[in-house]
């Protein structure tokens, strides 16, 4: 079944390490989306990407990093540099042009301890 | 600027219709999108509007969209409890193509 997978569900971090968060798809989407969610802030945007090798910052990128050097995946590293990294981390794709619906993973949740 | 607005919290009884609302900012838009998030999970498309039409009907899901205010609203019919969740506005902008801004998120409390 085609979809969209982050893993892991759950991931601790010790303070100051990096980690990266993995988000697959396989509905051969152009456009994929990391988010991150905090208690009443809704979804933020991190970094978003509308092809291969092409990425963009969102409004939070500050301590984040991404690649993009395959169609299907779209991973997100929390770097020692992200202050507050704890919260619930998002991954989307939108096929591209006109098209529609953007496809949800489960998330990830992300706990420093 | 870039900015979904929604207000946080609404509260009804079961059987009745609930309106949840939303305001966006940049009139580049070209969709606009309601979202439902259960505990825990991620989110699931309830329906979408694209920014050249006033009114979608799905079932118990009508959507309203004034553009000349840049309001859009979500209105179920005959709330259930299963409908109790986080409901969130998004727009698809043109003028940065494919950027997806989600508002904060209405959490829908259904009494039974």
């Known amino acids: 079944d085609g979809g969209i997978t982050q893993s892991p569900k759950y991931l601790f971090r010790k303070e100051g390490q990096n980690v990266t968060l993995s988000c697959e798809q396989n509905?051969?989407?152009?456009?994929m989306y990391w988010y991150r969610q905090d208690p009443g802030q809704g979804l933020r945007l991190i970094y978003y990407?509308?092809?291969?090798?092409?990425?963009q910052k969102g409004d939070i990128a500050e301590g984040y990093s991404v690649s993009r050097e395959k169609k299907e995946s779209f991973p997100l590293t929390v770097t020692s540099a992200q202050k507050n990294p704890t919260a619930f981390y998002l991954c989307?794709?939108?096929?591209?042009?006109?098209?529609?619906?953007?496809?949800f993973g489960q998330g990830t949740r992300l706990t420093v301890v | 600027g870039e900015d979904v607005e929604q207000s946080l919290f609404l509260s009804v009884r079961e059987g009745d219709s609930s309106v949840i609302n939303c305001t966006y900012t940049?009139?580049?838009?070209?969709?606009l999108y309601w979202y439902k998030q259960e505990p825990g999970a991620g989110l699931q498309l309830l329906t979408y509007?694209?920014?050249?039409?006033d009114m979608k009907q799905d079932q118990r899901l009508t959507v309203l969209l004034n553009k000349k205010d840049k309001h859009l609203s979500l209105r179920i019919a005959d709330t259930q409890t299963g409908d109790s969740a986080i409901y969130f506005c998004?727009?698809?902008?043109?003028?940065?193509?494919?950027?997806?801004?989600f508002g904060q998120g209405t959490t829908l409390q259904v009494k039974p």
């Open positions: 989307a794709s939108i096929l591209g042009g006109s098209n529609t619906e953007a496809f």
């Open positions: 509905l051969n989407h152009d456009a």
């Open positions: 990407s509308q092809i291969v090798n092409d990425f």
């Open positions: 940049d009139s580049s838009s070209t969709y």
């Open positions: 509007i694209f920014s050249n039409m």
């Open positions: 998004a727009e698809r902008l043109t003028s940065n193509t494919g950027k997806l801004i």
